[in-house]
């Protein structure tokens, strides 16, 4: 070792390492408690860099990674259990370290609760049970060996304990340290001629701490596993030996609790070991090493019970009612829109209608007829005015032939007729020179634009002979008429 810098701080020699317990050396070896990254050991069995760190660090974030905001779920704490009692058998079961031993086997006979954890009531609360045949030699020999050791702390705080999706809500998204292991974990080599893996498989029997946090769970015991440490340079994930559901759920041959043991004992197996040849990697041995785990199993989600046809169609209810309400509101504002315009649409063809009898007027009777513009000077045309006045007369003697007739029907006697006659004939006369002055406005009409303004003529402008007028004479006898005097008919 070498001293620099004033304050006396020592540094490791070039190719060492400075060691938790204040020692240089080339390699780390491992140990219990926090490391020099994190040394502050909290009261959950958590390291962190500052007292303030505890709760971070109690929710099961890997080293260096991002911290994820997850519920911490204390598996050694309880109000019916304290959290830790070195004299109990039911706490601090994942503190207690496994022996330091090697046994030799008889692969011909069966090695039945080898302890391989005592506790400090010399309590053996982990065990192995190797039943013969279970080892088979490369070289056919009958006599081997299985060394059992501790693993520290060190080698297992920072592996990853992922929960899956499904129970996440209930736990998070990370296990800690301090909740993963629930009995005492421990590392196994075997020789190299052993043939792996076993040719019948070793149990492994422990204590796991907190029971009562398993018998509360939905899945129990399911959620306890055996698992192996997977070590990677830089990583580290325990992997439990079996992770179908339906393997670890209860009536599974793999179910790690067996009817009759006390209901914090859980037992499991295992089919290989580390051989003693293989070289170290992360700890000076790099055995394998096994413990149980808390890693909760997938679940399927459940549809709560008793639930009626409306509640489980709720949302295509609610979906339903608000299309509804769309459309609701949709006519209604089409509605409106159609209302607004309706007495528009009357009023406007009401007026399109008396614009186009006035126009049909104009064309018929000239320029008097219609609205005109006060600003401007019109004129009468002298035959639209004579025609005019032709056509009232005409109209005129067309009632009175139509009055006639109808009493011609009633009458008798050639006096009538002839007056009747007379009648006829007048107004065939005026219809000729009605005729006779619409073809003579026609023609004034096609002829040349007019160039002059004319007044209006206010003189009397017919000369036609005027109509019959006839006295009846009061002797003529033709039946019981009245009298009629002297009038145009």
Not at 30 to 50: I, K, M
């Amino acid at each position: 070792m070498s001293t620099a810098g004033l304050a006396g701080e020592v540094a490791c020699s070039t190719g060492l390492k400075r060691n938790e317990d204040g020692w240089c050396r080339s390699k780390k070896l491992g140990y219990d408690g926090c490391g020099l990254e994190r040394p502050y050991h909290c009261s959950n069995r958590e390291c962190a860099t500052t007292p303030g760190g505890c709760a971070q660090a109690a929710t099961g974030n890997p080293l260096n990674a991002p911290p994820y905001s997850t519920p911490s779920r204390r598996l050694l704490q309880a109000n019916s259990i304290p959290a830790c009692i070195p004299t109990s058998t039911k706490s601090c079961v994942a503190q207690t370290k496994a022996a330091l031993i090697d046994v030799t086997v008889d692969i011909t006979k069966s090695v039945t609760d080898l302890s391989i954890a005592i506790n400090q009531n010399l309590v053996s609360i982990g065990s192995l049970t190797i039943p013969s045949g279970s080892f088979e030699t490369y070289n056919n020999a009958t006599i081997t060996s299985i060394s059992i050791r501790g693993v520290p702390e060190s080698r297992m705080r920072w592996a990853v304990n992922e929960i899956v999706p499904s129970r996440r809500q209930a736990y998070g998204s990370f296990f800690p340290f301090s909740n993963t292991v629930l009995s005492p974990a421990f590392e196994c080599v075997v020789p190299s001629e052993v043939k792996q893996p076993f040719k019948v498989n070793v149990t492994y029997k422990a204590w796991i701490d907190q029971v009562q946090y398993i018998k509360l769970a939905e899945t129990k015991y399911a959620d306890v596993c055996l698992a192996r440490l997977v070590e990677l340079q830089g990583f580290a994930t325990w992997e439990c030996l079996i992770n179908n559901f339906a393997d670890r759920a209860s009536g599974s041959p793999y179910y790690v609790y067996k009817t009759g043991d006390p209901e914090q004992v859980v037992r499991a197996t295992f089919d290989r070991c580390a051989p003693s040849g293989a070289p170290g990697i992360v700890s000076p041995y790099n055995g394998t090493v096994y413990a149980f785990v808390w890693s909760p199993v997938p679940t399927e989600p459940k549809a709560p019970d008793g639930l009626d046809v409306v509640q489980r169609n709720v949302v295509w209810i609610i979906l339903g009612i608000l299309l509804g309400i769309a459309m609701l509101v949709l006519l209604a504002y089409c509605a409106f829109r159609l209302f607004r315009y309706r007495e528009k649409y009357h009023t406007e063809r009401e007026e399109a209608d008396r614009l186009q009898e006035e126009v049909e007027n104009m064309r018929q009777f000239g320029g008097e007829s219609g609205n005109k513009d006060d600003q401007v000077a019109m004129t009468s045309n002298p035959l639209a005015v004579q025609l005019k006045d032709v056509q009232a007369r005409y109209n005129e003697e067309e009632l009175k032939l139509q009055a006639a007739e109808a009493s011609l029907r009633k009458q008798e006697g050639e006096i009538r007729q002839q007056h009747i006659e007379n009648m006829r004939s007048n107004r065939n006369k005026l219809a000729e020179e009605l005729e006779k002055l619409k073809s003579q406005l026609q023609e004034a009409q096609a002829s040349a634009k007019p160039t002059a303004t004319f007044e209006a003529d206010t003189t009397e402008t017919y000369t036609g002979e005027e109509p019959v007028r006839e006295e009846f004479d009061t002797q003529v006898s033709v039946g019981a008429q009245p009298k009629r005097k002297g009038k145009d008919l």
